[in-house]
């Protein structure tokens, strides 16, 4: 699996539905408004970071008005496809010498329980990590009121910067 290439993305369509997997592509260069859709706020939070990291370094703007036409509209299949093109084989999951964030050959004398790498899984906190059907969290909540105030933020920043350019 390539992280560039292929579908690994659950998603949702922020006007509900189900989820579905899209690519990255789908994402930058469709038409459609998506939340990550992962069982766990934390996993959400860690996938949307990552989705991030990549925009931020394989599409970053040369000035603001490159930044404000990319705010404007959705990314050309042709601009994605020259951004990725030199970085494919750095984000394969499954690379046969490097996969992403992995170490290959790794020896280790006991096997690691699962309870162990992932924070919050054990004891009696671990449900409050777990998106519950019909269950909104206090940390989806503090989401998606940060994606309202970022949202009217980045308005009058851009239109101030509209009335500028």
Same mark, same amino acid.
């Given at each position: 699996?390539?992280?560039?290439?292929?579908?690994?993305?659950?998603?949702?369509?922020? &006007?509900?539905?189900?989820?579905?997997?899209? !690519?990255?592509?789908? *994402?930058?260069?469709?038409? $459609?408004?998506?939340?990550?859709?992962?069982?766990?706020?934390?996993? +959400?939070?860690?996938?949307l970071?990552?989705?991030?990291?990549?925009?931020?370094?394989?599409?970053?703007?040369?000035?603001?008005? +490159?930044?404000? $036409?990319?705010?404007?509209?959705?990314? !050309?299949e042709?601009?994605?496809?020259?951004?990725?093109?030199?970085?494919? +084989?750095?984000?394969s999951?499954?690379?046969p010498?490097?996969?992403?964030?992995?170490?290959? $050959?790794?020896?280790?004398? *006991?096997?690691?329980?699962?309870?162990?790498?992932?924070a $919050?899984?054990?004891?009696?906190?671990?449900?409050?990590?777990?998106? &519950?059907?019909?269950?909104?969290?206090?940390?989806?909540?503090?989401?998606?009121? !940060?994606?309202?105030?970022?949202?009217?933020?980045?308005?009058?920043?851009?239109?101030?910067?509209?009335?500028?350019?």
């Amino acid at each position: 699996m390539n992280l560039l290439t292929d579908a690994w993305l659950p998603v949702r369509k922020i &006007e509900g539905g189900t989820i579905n997997w899209i !690519s990255l592509s789908d *994402l930058l260069t469709g038409q $459609g408004q998506y939340e990550i859709c992962l069982p766990r706020d934390d996993l +959400e939070m860690a996938a949307l970071q990552l989705v991030i990291c990549i925009i931020q370094v394989l599409f970053t703007p040369k000035d603001l008005r +490159e930044l404000l $036409g990319n705010l404007r509209a959705p990314m !050309s299949e042709q601009k994605y496809l020259e951004g990725i093109k030199d970085y494919k +084989e750095w984000f394969s999951v499954d690379h046969p010498e490097y996969p992403f964030m992995q170490v290959r $050959g790794v020896k280790a004398n *006991l096997e690691t329980p699962m309870a162990k790498l992932m924070a $919050g899984l054990t004891g009696a906190t671990s449900s409050c990590f777990v998106n &519950e059907p019909g269950r909104l969290t206090d940390c989806v909540l503090v989401v998606l009121l !940060s994606h309202y105030l970022i949202r009217r933020l980045m308005h009058q920043v851009l239109e101030v910067a509209l009335r500028q350019a």
